[in-house]
């Protein structure tokens, strides 16, 4: 997930709106409390977010592939909130492309090691870079799948209390999945002649996968369990009367 320092400045202020449920955030609210955050960051006179800027930051806030997979839904037509109150990003684990991105600031601060007027430099770039690596290492090393929710939320087929999901991929966003899979227990199990592919996967049915099914858009379509299919697709229908 490439970005700059402005739109994460963004990010972090919709994701402290969110998360402080004492009061309801309209589109506006949120304008206003980003052009506020970057007012003060920028320290400049005045500073206008757009609604579409907003409204972009909210579906990659969404995402499962390319942000946080924050669950952020429309009440009543105009409030914005998560879904899950003990949200927020700042509690998601790092992606890769976040570790590309500190890897890039760690060689920046590189530059500035040995100059005297800058020798905190020296112990930045050491910490950014035991940091990274200890997280690459836990990425690189994922713990087992157990039975605790806590450890994992995609508990594999032979831990028990599964089901298999299958779901069709439009062909153009096929190779992303196939690149990327969904879960370790994915399999491609055909592929049609209009190009649909197949895929299935063995996971525990919970609030996550029902989010992460539904980062997803346009680009999926679930089969089964029709009970699945059928909230799902329930889910969508009542998001798509907001807009």
Known sequence: MQINRTALIRYKTIDHCLCNRARNWTLLDLMEACGKALQADDDREETIVSRRAIQMDLDLMRSATKGYNAPIIVVDKKFYTYEDANFSITKTPLTTHDLDQIGQIAQLLEHFKGYEYFKEAD????????????????????????????????????????????????????????????????????????????????????????????????????LAPKPLRLKLGTRIWKAGRHY
């Not at 966003?173 to 299935?200: C, G, M, T, W």
């Open 123 to 222: 112990e930045w770039v050491e910490q950014l870079k035991n940091k990274s690596l200890g997280i690459e290492n836990a990425i690189a090393s994922p713990k087992p799948a157990t039975n605790t929710p806590s450890d994992t939320t995609f508990v594999l087929s032979n831990t028990g209390n599964t089901s298999t999901v299958e779901f069709y991929a439009l062909g153009d966003y096929a190779p992303e999945l196939i690149a990327n899979p969904l879960h370790p227990s994915q399999k491609l199990l055909n592929v049609r002649i209009d190009k649909l592919h197949h895929f299935s996967i063995e996971v525990v049915i919970d609030l996550q996968l029902e989010r992460l099914l539904l980062s997803y858009g346009e680009f999926i379509e679930i």
